[in-house]
């Protein structure tokens, strides 16, 4: 019952208590975009959209962005470099094509755009377009001109050839030149044909052939497939490979019907490989058959030339003035022979003596000869020097020993010899003379006395006179 008189009566006019106002939910400008990112990207998906290609540019880093517009519309597109390397055509601007992929927002900027993962052009397909694309680029170049296209050489010698080991081509190829060509010297570099590293080993191949000293010609060569089989040979690195190749290069791709940018460069185009290796020997049977034909005509000509000098000699025979001439002719060589019999015999006879005069002073140098006779010099000369040899000896032994005696006299005579057996020299004060006799001095005198090791200096106490001698009985 508390509940029930808790209650407001139904008359009761108290008034009502006053409405809240709503509550603002404020947001940043990045909460914002972040919420329509999130609305476009779940609820869009995966999106197809068609549109002309505008302001499209292709930055360092790879990434492509351009434009999507129609008639009356347009969005903008990013293509990340991963998306962009898958592409077999180039971008440009005008291009009509049929874009998947993801709708999303750039937040610096606020903008929608459109992060594309596929594109393929609308109309024609991807490879076709790629195809023509590079096909105007090199042709603006003169990759095509006929004016740089060069001849095949007359007689190739050495040929090389870029293909597979394992296809058809090449057997073709070595089969047609065996039986036209049996001496060429054939290079073989192997190379895939096919593939995404195939035009990768197609450049490396024919740069690596063309290093090869000698080499005529090149083929390069593969049997025929689908546009994708071929596409190797429509990248732009093969063709600027065959562009720089310093030889002529034939281009043997697929079969007729089939057209690559390789055969717009090459230097001459073969339907198949085997014509490839028809048009090198094509040249050679050229160059044979008009080595023939100028034969027969050299032959022919001389065979006239011949029949006139012979006409002209019978007019001349026949003439009355000439008549006889045969045997004079005749009588001429004979006189020629006896002649040159004659000559022939005096230059035997004149060899002949010349060569017994040859022979006479062979044997007279040879008794003078250089190399015996100083052979003899040389032994009298040895000889001579060993007599000199003893007798300048005996001469310095005689001389030795005679300066030995004499030394020894000298030796014995010298004051130096007596004053080493004890004996002394006197000298008086000045020492300008030796004292001989004690009557030249008084005592107290000084007088130095040389001895044998040296010199004494003394003063004189006493005189004493030498006795008398006595005379002999």
């Known amino acids: 019952m508390a509940d029930l008189f808790s209650q407001p009566f139904e008359d009761d006019e108290r008034d009502p208590a006053p409405a809240r106002p709503p509550q603002r939910r404020i947001q940043t400008v990045a909460e914002l975009t972040a919420a329509i990112r999130g ?13 002309e290609i505008s302001n499209c540019r292709v930055w360092n880093t790879g990434h492509a962005y351009f434009t999507l517009k129609d008639d009356s519309a347009q969005i903008k597109v990013v293509m990340f470099r991963s998306a962009v390397r898958y592409l077999r055509f180039g971008l440009e601007d005008g291009l009509h094509v049929i874009a998947r992929g993801r709708l999303g927002v750039y937040e610096p900027k606020g903008e929608y755009q459109l992060q594309c993962e596929h594109l393929q052009p609308r109309g024609l397909g991807a490879l076709q377009l790629a195809f023509e694309q590079l096909k105007k680029k090199l042709q603006a170049e003169g990759l095509f001109a006929a004016s740089r296209k060069r001849p095949l050489p007359a007689l190739p010698r050495k040929i090389g050839i870029v293909t597979s080991l394992d296809g058809a081509a090449l057997r073709d190829i070595i089969k047609v030149l065996r039986r036209r060509h049996p001496n060429a010297h054939l290079v073989i570099r192997p190379a895939r044909v096919q593939g995404e590293s195939a035009a990768a080993e197609i450049t490396r191949g024919l740069r690596a052939i063309a290093r090869v000293a000698g080499v005529d010609v090149v083929i390069l060569a593969r049997g025929g497939g689908s546009i994708e089989d071929l596409w190797a040979f429509n990248e732009e690195v093969v063709a600027r490979a065959i562009a720089a190749c310093p030889v002529p290069v034939i281009a043997a791709v697929g079969h007729e019907v089939d057209v690559t940018i390789a055969d717009f460069v090459a230097d001459l185009r073969a339907p198949t490989p085997s014509a490839a290796a028809e048009l090198v020997v094509t040249a050679k049977d050229e160059f044979c058959h008009r080595i ?34 045969p045997a004079r002719v005749a009588l001429k060589s004979r006189h020629a022979s006896e002649l040159a019999y004659r000559m022939r015999r005096a230059l035997t006879t004149g060899l002949q003596q010349q060569e017994r005069s040859l022979q006479a002073l062979q044997r007279r140098l040879e008794a003078q000869n250089v190399t015996r006779r100083l052979a003899v010099i040389r032994g009298r000369l040895g000889a001579a020097d060993a007599r000199l040899g003893a007798a300048a000896r005996r001469r310095t032994d005689r001389g030795t020993a005679t300066l030995h005696a004499l030394a020894g006299r000298l030796d014995s005579l010298s004051p130096l010899a007596v004053l080493g057996r004890g004996y002394a020299v006197c000298w008086n004060d000045q020492r300008t003379a030796i004292v001989r006799d004690p009557a030249v001095l008084a005592p107290g005198d000084r007088v130095h006395v040389t001895v044998a090791n040296g010199e004494i200096g003394c003063e004189v106490l006493t005189l004493r006179p030498a006795p008398p001698q006595q005379p002999d009985r």
């Open 39 to 51: 609305t476009l990207e779940s609820g869009f998906g995966d999106v197809w959209v068609e549109g």
């Open 292 to 325: 023939d034909r100028l034969s027969n005509r050299l032959e022919a000509a001389a065979r006239g030339a011949l029949a006139r000098r012979r006409g002209v000699l019978q007019t001349l025979a026949n003439r009355r003035g000439l008549a006889g001439w």
